[in-house]
T-cell receptor, first 114, second 115 residues
Framework: AQKVTQAQTEISVVEKEDVTLDCVYE???????LFWYKQPPSGELVFLIR??????QNEISGRYSWNFQKSTSSFNFTITASQVVDSAVYFC???????????FGGGTRVLVKP | DAGVIQSPRHEVTEMGQEVTLRCKPI?????LFWYRQTMMRGLELLIY????????DSGMPEDRFSAKMPNASFSTLKIQPSEPRDSAVYFC?????????????FGPGTRLTVL
């Protein structure tokens, strides 16, 4: 069975602070895929990134960066210099080698205060 | 380009009534997914289709729920009869499916309230 754990249910920061969201996953597949989605207050789910299990390079996209550590089964997400518009719920998700099923973590609510 | 389209955006109904949620995936996508989001259970996959064929419906809670995909551009999720515990946000998502691990693009959701 696959499982995604986002231990932080809510994080509150002041604008311009960095914030790191933790994601730990469990899978028996040797090939798998990890995703992050953002759910702003408006409710839609917005795709942020996909990472393949065989590619452990970290990635940076603007103020967003992701740290994939296969040895600890973690795929953490950092927002640098946070802004009020970053306030949202962020979900980490896992897809195994077969099928299209995404298993989501419980989400982390980020509140960025001005 | 239009994203995933869902209708209605909001639905309020009374217990026992039939509810039909609709979804139009992104053109060219051949995988379609129905999710349910609640505070208690988070985001759960209910069912997904590849090329209009249901592949995994293990998440469908019970026989009151049914989903169809009569063609590549339309899917429905039906609840009959509805119950208050079905109140949730229902998301439809689509992706370029098959063996490719492509990201899923989500619709805006339908917020269902069953009184």
């Amino acid at each position: 069975a696959q499982k995604v754990t986002q231990a932080q249910t809510e994080i509150s920061v002041v604008e311009k602070e960095d914030v790191t969201l933790d994601c730990v996953y469990e899978t028996r597949d040797t090939t798998y895929y990890l995703f992050w989605y953002k759910q702003p207050p408006s409710g839609e789910l917005v795709f942020l990134i996909r990472r393949n299990s065989f590619d452990e390079q970290n990635e940076i996209s603007g103020r967003y960066s992701w740290n994939f550590q296969k040895s600890t089964s973690s795929f953490n997400f950092t927002i640098t210099a946070s802004q009020v518009v970053d306030s949202a719920v962020y979900f980490c998700a896992l897809r195994g080698a077969a099928g299209n099923k995404l298993t989501f973590g419980g989400g982390t609510r980020v509140l960025v205060k001005p | 380009d239009a994203g995933v389209i869902q209708s209605p955006r909001h639905e309020v109904t009374e217990m026992g009534q039939e509810v039909t949620l609709r979804c139009k995936p992104i053109s060219g996508h051949n995988s379609l997914f129905w999710y349910r989001q609640t505070m208690m259970r988070g985001l759960e996959l209910l069912i997904y289709f590849n090329n209009n064929v249901p592949i995994d419906d293990s998440g469908m809670p019970e026989d009151r729920f049914s989903a169809k995909m009569p063609n590549a551009s339309f899917s429905t999720l039906k609840i009959q009869p509805s119950e208050p515990r079905d109140s949730a946000v229902y998301f439809c998502a689509s992706s370029l499916g098959g063996l490719n691990p492509n990201e899923q693009f989500f619709g805006p959701g339908t917020r269902l309230t069953v009184l």
